[in-house]
């Protein structure tokens, strides 16, 4: 493989085409709404190059911290195209969003004295809304536990919360939920629908504040498993709208507009881990070792996730090898596949782990010093660019005191 020689492994590969179509696809499937706009969840993968990217296909970006909003402004991004989603979070930061004009999206009811006094109460505030308890779909099959969650305003709180804005000058409100993650049935975002179109329906009646917009945020999930079907979006889209007709009547402009906050649907599919084999080990078990490890990618060791492995080359090879694929570091959950069935692996193969456009490069670290290392687009002309260097040594001493 070209990038291979070209970089050297392991690295992170993009594909600035897939991204592309995804992103005009989910725009696509909800052009029917008022005021429609996907604010990318930066903390997916928060690349200037893919943010470009974003912001050329017409997204905005859902920010979760200062650095994520200083790298939105650096993209230039600004005002209504950013929505400041964050929790715990300094309260400084209330402030840097509110001087780059962003969307305030409050997780907590005290929050609406940290905004108060950090930047100001402007008239359009976004409310996170935790509706406690079970998240049930399909009859009674349970899909998330937002009562353990630890975001949002709860049903109580929505009502008052939501006058005293009011009284401090809030003309319009957006209402914001996250109930499941990852979620492969396209039932999700209906459901959710459901309940926030009902919900602000209901609080604009109550405190005479009108529903500015409802945002769906992220959790459309992508199929990691072989067996598993991507989620039409498009088709999600029109059940949505049909929800929407449902709570608010027909769309137009004027009526509550509609957001989303996707990151892995976005980018998942359209990354990968590219690593070498470097050791084979037989002991209790067949090992092969990569030259990747979890701070490429940490879902599997974090969350037992799985993410599908090729050996290229071999794509078409039958799978009779029992492996565990195993990374670099002192930890031995650092498991990229346990007793997978698998093409023979010799040392030297390259193996492409797949999905790993999300949440993948953005939740490293440097344990055992073992660094991050470079992302790399594949661009649509069909050459490689390098979007993020390696880091050296150097970086990781760069923090240090040393004397
Ligand atoms: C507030 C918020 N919005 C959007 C997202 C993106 O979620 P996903 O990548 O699952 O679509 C997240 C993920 O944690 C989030 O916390």
């Known amino acids: 493989m070209r990038a291979a020689e070209q970089f050297g492994t392991p690295f992170h590969l993009y594909d600035e085409k897939g991204i592309r179509e995804t992103a005009r ?18 903390k997916a993968l928060p690349n200037p190059q ?5 912001r050329e296909e017409g997204c905005g970006l859902d920010c979760s911290s200062e650095t994520e909003l200083l790298l939105a402004q650096r993209t230039g991004f600004f005002g209504e195209k950013i929505m400041f989603s964050a929790n715990s979070m300094p309260a400084g930061e209330f402030a840097l969003a509110r001087s780059l004009q962003a969307i305030i999206n409050l997780d907590d009811v005290s929050d609406i004295d940290i905004l108060e006094k950090n930047g100001g109460i402007p008239e359009t505030v976004c409310v996170r809304y935790n509706t406690g308890g079970n998240f049930t779909m399909n009859g009674n099959q349970i899909m998330g536990n937002p009562g353990e969650a630890k975001y949002g305003w709860t049903t109580e709180q929505l009502k008052p919360g939501l006058k005293r804005l009011k009284d401090m000058g809030v003309k319009r409100f957006g209402l914001h939920a996250f109930l499941a993650s990852n979620m492969t049935d396209p039932g999700y975002y209906p459901a959710l629908a459901k309940i926030l179109m009902e919900t602000a329906a209901s609080m604009e009646k109550e405190t005479g504040l009108n529903c500015a ?17 991507p989620v039409d ?36 599919p359209h990354g990968f881990v590219v690593t070498r084999a470097v050791h084979e080990k037989n002991t209790y078990k067949h090992y092969i070792g990569v030259d990747a490890c979890a701070v490429q990618l940490i879902r599997p060791a974090m969350y037992g996730a799985y993410h599908e492995i090729s050996v290229v080359g071999r794509e078409n090879a039958p799978k009779d090898h029992l492996y565990d694929i195993t990374g670099c570091l002192c930890e031995n959950n650092d498991k990229f596949a346990i007793d997978r069935l698998m ?45 993020r260097r390696a880091e050296t040594p150097e970086d ?7 004397d």
């Open 396 to 402: 990781y001493f760069a923090t240090m005191v040393w």
């Open 25 to 42: 696809r989910v725009q696509a499937a909800f052009s029917w709404a008022p005021d429609y706009m996907e604010y990318f969840a930066v």
């Open 213 to 229: 917009f409802i945002n769906l945020s992220g959790g459309i999930g992508i199929p990691y498993r072989p067996e598993q079907k």
């Open 233 to 268: 979006v498009l088709a999600v889209g029109e059940e949505v709208r049909k929800v929407y007709t449902d709570v608010f009547g027909a769309p137009e402009k004027g009526k509550p507009g509609i957001k989303t906050e996707l990151g892995r649907y976005m980018t998942g």
């Open 343 to 387: 093409p023979e692996i010799h040392v030297g193969d390259l193996l492409i782990i797949h999905d790993a456009g999300a949440h993948a490069f953005a939740m490293g670290y440097q344990y055992n010093g073992r660094l991050r290392t470079a992302e790399v687009l594949y661009q649509q002309d069909g050459t490689f660019r390098l979007i």
């Open 50 to 54: 893919i943010l470009t990217i974003m």
